[in-house]
């Protein structure tokens, strides 16, 4: 079965953002963003929001599995880039980034439920234990 995931991108008013997209920046991904070509917009917001980003694009591209014949998905874990809506409940951003990199390292997937019917409110799940490398 083919599996695609929309990834919602981090802010871009933060501090780490601030270093990325001012004009005196000279490491490469800030020299990137200045070329024609650019940089991968996953880069940009692995960048910005450090591990809250990164896990949901490590989990994303370890886990997608883009339909055969539609090369545009490239790895299947696609970044939207339009407002989306803040109103969904559960883990924290820093939380949810140490699940799904944990996740990743097990190479363990989570357990998908249909969007339709799904529980959006409720208690906060337990805080995890810090991730072991």
């Not at 024609?36 to 880069?43: F, N």
């Not at 339909?67 to 696609?78: K, Y």
């Amino acid at each position: 079965m083919s599996r695609v995931f929309l990834l919602s991108p981090a802010r871009l008013d933060g501090a780490r953002a601030k270093m990325l997209l001012r004009p005196e920046a000279r490491f490469d991904l800030a020299n990137a963003l200045r070329t024609i070509q650019g940089a991968p917009i996953g880069d940009v917001f692995r960048f910005v929001s450090g591990l809250y980003f990164r896990g949901k694009l490590a989990y994303g591209t370890r886990f997608a599995k883009p339909p055969d014949g539609a090369a545009w998905l490239g790895s299947g874990a696609l970044v939207i880039t339009r407002r989306c809506s803040r109103r969904s409940s559960g883990r924290g951003d820093m939380s949810r980034g140490r699940l799904l990199l944990r996740c990743v390292d097990a190479g363990e997937e989570l357990a998908y439920v249909a969007v339709r019917g799904a529980v959006r409110r409720g208690t906060r799940p337990p805080r995890l234990e810090a991730r072991r490398r």
